[in-house]
């Protein structure tokens, strides 16, 4: 019973979930696969700027307490999203003439609880505004919102999801934005580095 009932809050979610992009401003598509990214800024906006300062606290204290290694220490999460977009946008980035900045405006950082992800099922969640100006001119070229969610169920979804969600999160966050611009898909995704379990 309870695998079913795990399975169908999953369903249930996918079936409401909106749609991953919602376009506010289109790119001109004179601008689309012809943009070089100079600038990624991520910003945080009223609605969530506590709450992931808050987790942004839980976090850096279990890293210290687990010893974390160098190599996956704790990163606040505007820094570890910056560098994972910036990576994920490079790996798909042509060599364009069109120099533009990106700013991003996180409204909305969830993490699955892994109570609920075994019991019910439950969702990991991204999402925000992108703006994309001309370096020189500061011109908008193009503005949408992205939204990207992920569900697991069960023990087996839990472990599938394993650690370093949010910058999962963040590299899907960064496809979505290389699709809007007209980037070329790449044969395989950029991966981020390992870092703490959430």
Do not use: W
Request: charged share 25%; glycine share 8%; net charge negative.
């Amino acid at each position: 019973m309870r695998k079913i009932t795990a399975l169908a809050v999953l369903v249930m979610l996918s079936a409401c979930a909106p749609q991953h992009t919602k376009v506010i401003q289109p790119l001109d598509q004179n601008y689309r696969g012809a943009l070089n990214i100079k600038n990624i800024k991520v910003t945080y906006s009223d609605l969530s700027v506590e709450k992931i300062s808050a987790l942004d606290s839980k976090l850096a204290s279990k890293g210290q307490e687990s010893g974390t290694p160098e190599e996956i220490q704790y990163q606040p999460f505007n820094v570890s999203f910056k560098e994972v977009a910036a990576k994920s946008l490079e790996e798909r980035d042509g060599n364009g003439v069109n120099q533009a900045d990106i700013t991003i405006e996180v409204d909305n950082l969830k993490l699955a609880n892994a109570v609920a992800t075994i019991l019910i099922g439950d969702i990991d969640q991204l999402s925000g505004s992108v703006k994309v100006n001309d370096s020189k001119t500061k011109e908008l070229l193009s503005e949408f919102y992205v939204d990207v969610f992920k569900g697991s169920g069960g023990l087996l979804g839990l472990a599938i999801r394993g650690g370093g969600v949010r910058e999962k999160l963040a590299a899907q966050f960064a496809e979505y934005i290389g699709d809007e611009l007209g980037f070329e898909k790449t044969t395989v995704a950029y991966t981020p580095k390992k870092t703490i379990n959430e």
